[in-house]
């Protein structure tokens, strides 16, 4: 405290001198120097080929796009945010009738393993649909399209692994490709005070 007084100009009187008193380290200050930050990211990414047979995807299809693994035994009531992004790239046709109809319905699913049991924590849906009624020869789609979620989780165990799944639900048309490419799951963990 007397060196903050002696630096002050002396015309400043006493209050404003308290004023710089060392009152310790605020809890903002406490908080942020104990904040650890981990950061994973996927160990083995795949890309998802769907089987297609005459033109038609095969029903029942699944596939694991990426998978990490996060130990959060050093965080004080850990927060997990996970980003997961991909490409979705397929190549379609009807040329069938009055009415051309092409649709993608894919199911993606965050699971999180934690103590030997798996749970399903988050699930998106991925719906390209397109109808035409006029009276055209065919249509033909292309697509290459980008999917990217996030997700915060609060998880009550130390050693998690999160696993980015996709599967196939409807499909109308004829396919000449389908599949989800470029897949890459990342997760960043940090305690709160």
């Not at 009187?13 to 950061?39: M, T, W």
């Not at 596939?63 to 997961?84: A, G, W």
């Not at 980015?164 to 639900?169: A, L, Q």
């Amino acid at each position: 405290m007397s060196d903050i007084r002696n630096m002050l100009h002396p015309d400043l009187n006493e209050e404003i001198a308290v004023e710089y008193k060392d009152k310790g380290p605020s809890h903002k200050d406490r908080c942020q120097k104990k904040r650890d930050v981990i950061l994973e990211c996927g160990i083995r990414p795949a890309d998802a080929f769907f089987e297609i047979d005459d033109g038609r995807v095969e029903q029942g299809q699944a596939f694991v796009l990426d998978r990490l693994r996060i130990d959060v035994s050093c965080l004080k009531k850990p927060v997990v945010k996970i980003e997961f992004s991909s490409l979705i790239v397929f190549e379609a046709e009807d040329e069938k009738g009055d009415e051309h109809e092409v649709e993608v319905d894919l199911l993606f699913k965050l699971i999180r393993v934690s103590n030997g049991e798996r749970e399903v924590v988050q699930s998106w849906r991925y719906l390209y649909e397109i109808d035409i009624e006029n009276n055209i020869d065919e249509l033909e789609v292309e697509m290459s399209q980008p999917f990217t979620v996030t997700f915060c989780d609060k998880p009550r165990s130390d050693e998690l692994e999160y696993i980015m799944v996709v599967e196939g639900i409807d499909f109308e048309g004829e396919f000449d490709a389908l599949r989800v490419v470029k897949p890459d799951l990342s997760a960043i963990a940090q305690g709160q005070c």
